[in-house]
């Protein structure tokens, strides 16, 4: 029998990485959607691409956006700092509208390969307060896409999944650790360098640190 179709958004850092792993354990055959979209650094994509091919996705793709073009976030002006301490609030790295921009498109990449599923790593425990990785977000859009598509309309139907949604940091680097993540391949900085090391410094670095101390397992994040 043929595997069933599922779009997984993969950034290249450890929580997109640990949902493909469960995707595909769960019996999907992954098409991995990357975005560059004028982010700081081109570490992430090249983080996707390395664990697109360990995982034999049955393809990759890239899509290029001009979100720097809007500004209004850490991530894509280079004249607003990354913070390194933490913040009140929803702080600046929220990039506006990005998680909703990105479903959208996976959305239509799902149509067209007549995929039903649709995987992200949006999580809701150990996060930086963004307002698109609510439960209320994803149930939200997943009710979009049912309304908005011809396969919707016709009865087939989308879900929207987010498996890490209410799992701590700990869990999902063991959970990636059992499914055989390697996290060595894998980038969660703000604003990592030209050689793809870590600052060790920013909310993501933070909590991504936590998440090893937390689970007892060693951290192999390459740190500047």
């Known amino acids: 029998m043929n595997k069933p179709k599922a779009v997984v958004l993969l950034s ?4 997109s990485a640990t949902v493909l792993a469960m995707a595909q354990n769960k019996g999907y055959e992954c098409y991995t959607m990357s975005f560059d979209y004028g982010q700081r650094h081109r570490a992430e994509l090249q983080a996707a691409e390395r664990l697109a091919r360990a995982a034999g996705v049955a393809e990759h793709k890239v899509i290029g956006l ?3 073009g809007m500004g209004g976030s850490a991530l894509t002006d ?16 929220y990039v506006p509208a990005r998680n909703t921009v990105f479903l959208a498109l996976a959305l239509g990449w799902a149509e067209v390969l007549q995929a039903s599923d649709i995987f992200i790593g949006v999580n809701a425990v150990d996060y930086s307060g963004y307002p698109d990785c609510r439960p209320a977000f994803i149930q939200g859009f997943e009710q979009l896409a049912n ?9 087939q139907g989308f879900r929207i999944r987010a ?4 799992m701590s940091k700990a ?13 060595s391949l894998t980038i969660s900085c703000y604003q990592a360098d030209e050689q793809g090391r870590a600052c060790g410094r920013c909310d993501s670095c933070r909590l991504r640190a936590a998440g090893f101390t937390s689970a007892g397992l ?3 994040t390459r740190y500047a």
């Open 12 to 15: 290249g850092g450890l929580d």
């Open 66 to 68: 001009d979100l720097n």
């Open 78 to 93: 280079a004249n607003i700092a990354v913070p390194e301490t933490p913040q009140q609030g929803i702080p600046v790295t």
């Open 147 to 155: 309304l908005a598509t011809r396969a919707g309309v016709e009865g």
């Open 163 to 166: 498996p890490l949604q209410d």
């Open 171 to 183: 869990d999902i680097v063991r959970e990636g650790t059992r499914l055989g993540v390697d996290y």
């Open 218 to 220: 060693p951290d192999p």
